[in-house]
């Protein structure tokens, strides 16, 4: 089981002679299959959470604790170089626009996370075993069949659905996602939700998930609520 707790986090910055807080003592802990909903009002620091806790951004103070296979690691105590390492092999990043590369097709989109810091040539089975891995991600989000696509050629839903697969790619450990749903419509966004839930399930990683949506908010492990840097539950949200 891999659990992740966020252990009196705290986050500033400089404004002009005086610093802001984004993250003021927060604390949280999510278990493996399970997703933490994060919500509030624009500026409020949930964006900082998720910089913080995939290592794209250092604390002030507190902890981030990653537990899996009996080991555990503070990702705030990383330094740069750990930290990308960490992040290239156990961290799924799910970002709020798809971050494709345009000249790639959908499957070079995944196959080239697993060849990210590698520092000798794949061999030839190496290379079949990604190609099969990136194929098998396609066809569990549902696009199977357009493994030869640019993005130029994908819809929205698609280009979410192909991030979501590449976030899978080296089977992380932990999963953090940005508003999934801001940029599509009803349908879309109720597809990929529930191609989210399927997914955390089946991989068992802890999940961190930024939501202005709160149509999803009852399908949640958990919801929190985010203001001005300071995180509370907030059990309204989900089904008694």
Same mark, same amino acid.
């Given at each position: 089981m891999t659990t992740l707790t966020? @252990?009196?986090l705290t986050l500033t910055y400089p404004d002009g002679g005086e610093r802001i807080t984004a993250l003021d003592s927060v604390n949280l802990r999510v278990d493996g299959g399970r997703i933490a909903a994060i919500t509030g009002p624009s500026g409020s620091g949930k964006s900082s959470l998720l910089a913080?806790?995939?290592?794209?951004?250092? &604390? @002030?103070s507190g902890r981030v604790l990653l537990e899996t296979d009996g080991s555990t690691v503070d990702l705030a105590a990383l330094n740069r170089r750990e930290a990308a390492t960490l992040r290239r092999e156990r961290i799924g990043i799910v970002f709020?626009? &798809?971050?494709?590369? &345009?000249?790639?097709?959908?499957?070079e989109q995944l196959e080239v996370m697993a060849h990210l810091g590698g520092r000798r040539t794949a061999?030839?089975?190496?290379r079949r075993e990604i190609h099969s891995r990136a194929r098998d991600l396609l066809d569990a989000v549902g696009l199977s069949g357009h493994e030869h696509k640019r993005p130029s050629q994908l819809s929205g839903g698609q280009r979410q659905r192909i991030d979501i697969a590449r976030a899978l790619?080296? @089977? &992380?450990?932990?999963l953090v996602i940005d508003e999934p749903t801001s940029a599509l419509d009803t349908e879309r966004g109720i597809a990929v939700m529930d191609l989210i839930l399927r997914i955390v399930r089946d991989h068992a990683a802890p999940t961190l998930l930024v939501t202005h949506d709160r149509a999803h908010l009852q399908r949640m492990d958990a919801v929190y609520r985010m203001v001005d840097g300071k995180l509370t539950a @907030?059990?309204?949200e989900l089904v008694a």
């Amino acid at each position: 089981m891999t659990t992740l707790t966020v @252990d009196n986090l705290t986050l500033t910055y400089p404004d002009g002679g005086e610093r802001i807080t984004a993250l003021d003592s927060v604390n949280l802990r999510v278990d493996g299959g399970r997703i933490a909903a994060i919500t509030g009002p624009s500026g409020s620091g949930k964006s900082s959470l998720l910089a913080v806790t995939s290592t794209l951004l250092c &604390p @002030d103070s507190g902890r981030v604790l990653l537990e899996t296979d009996g080991s555990t690691v503070d990702l705030a105590a990383l330094n740069r170089r750990e930290a990308a390492t960490l992040r290239r092999e156990r961290i799924g990043i799910v970002f709020q626009q &798809p971050n494709l590369i &345009p000249a790639l097709t959908a499957a070079e989109q995944l196959e080239v996370m697993a060849h990210l810091g590698g520092r000798r040539t794949a061999t030839h089975r190496r290379r079949r075993e990604i190609h099969s891995r990136a194929r098998d991600l396609l066809d569990a989000v549902g696009l199977s069949g357009h493994e030869h696509k640019r993005p130029s050629q994908l819809s929205g839903g698609q280009r979410q659905r192909i991030d979501i697969a590449r976030a899978l790619m080296n @089977d &992380p450990a932990l999963l953090v996602i940005d508003e999934p749903t801001s940029a599509l419509d009803t349908e879309r966004g109720i597809a990929v939700m529930d191609l989210i839930l399927r997914i955390v399930r089946d991989h068992a990683a802890p999940t961190l998930l930024v939501t202005h949506d709160r149509a999803h908010l009852q399908r949640m492990d958990a919801v929190y609520r985010m203001v001005d840097g300071k995180l509370t539950a @907030d059990t309204t949200e989900l089904v008694a």
